[in-house]
């Protein structure tokens, strides 16, 4: 990996987990939804999505909860329900957010445990697509718009390795312009002032 500049293009965050706010959604479908898949849909949801030519995905844990209601239910009654177990795998809330907007674009999930914010943002940096939607969630949710060209916020990634005890807190600063560089385990983000 190498040195490269980006552009970052609107961002959300929440730090809510509970009565997280998607009646925007319809309520046949709404009611199905998981916490995860609601602080993802909310993020996602304040972000423009013109000209979006790929989504990344990225999560810790995924639907870790909808896994363990499966297994429960695999021990006590010895059966699996479909429509759960549809729901339980790791890119599930990325499909779902193709699916509901009617975006025919790639998407990838990315699973890197602490590092799930670093690795899913170096996955879009490093895309061969000039407009890329990337989506952190877990109890937590950030998206945000990487460019290629022109956006809000000009940037560079340094592949020389920092150290961070919490992503989504030194991401959301940075984004804020609390801190200029974002460090991570896998390298560190930093703003271009011109």
Do not use: W
């Amino acid at each position: 990996m190498k040195n490269t500049t980006f552009y970052i293009d609107n961002f959300f965050y929440t730090k809510q987990t509970d009565n997280i706010d998607v009646s925007f959604i319809p309520p046949i479908i709404r009611r199905k939804l998981s916490p995860l898949d609601k602080v993802f849909l909310l993020s996602i949801n304040n972000i423009p999505t013109d000209n979006i030519e790929e989504l990344v995905f990225s999560s810790a844990f995924g639907e870790i909860t909808r896994l363990d209601n499966i297994i429960q239910q695999y021990k006590e009654f010895n059966e699996v329900s479909p429509a759960q177990f549809s729901g339980s795998v790791h890119n599930y809330p990325a499909g779902f957010y193709t699916l509901y907007k009617k975006i025919n674009i790639p998407y990838y999930a990315i699973a890197s445990g602490k590092n799930s914010i670093s690795a899913g943002l170096i996955k879009a940096i490093f895309s061969s697509k000039k407009n890329v939607l990337f989506s952190y969630a877990d109890k937590v949710s950030v998206s945000c718009m990487i460019k290629k060209e022109k956006g809000k916020i000009h940037c560079r990634f340094n592949p020389e390795s920092t150290h961070c005890e919490n992503e989504f807190e030194s991401f959301v600063d940075f984004l804020e312009g609390k801190n200029n560089v974002f460090q991570t385990d896998m390298g560190y983000f930093e703003r271009i002032y011109k």
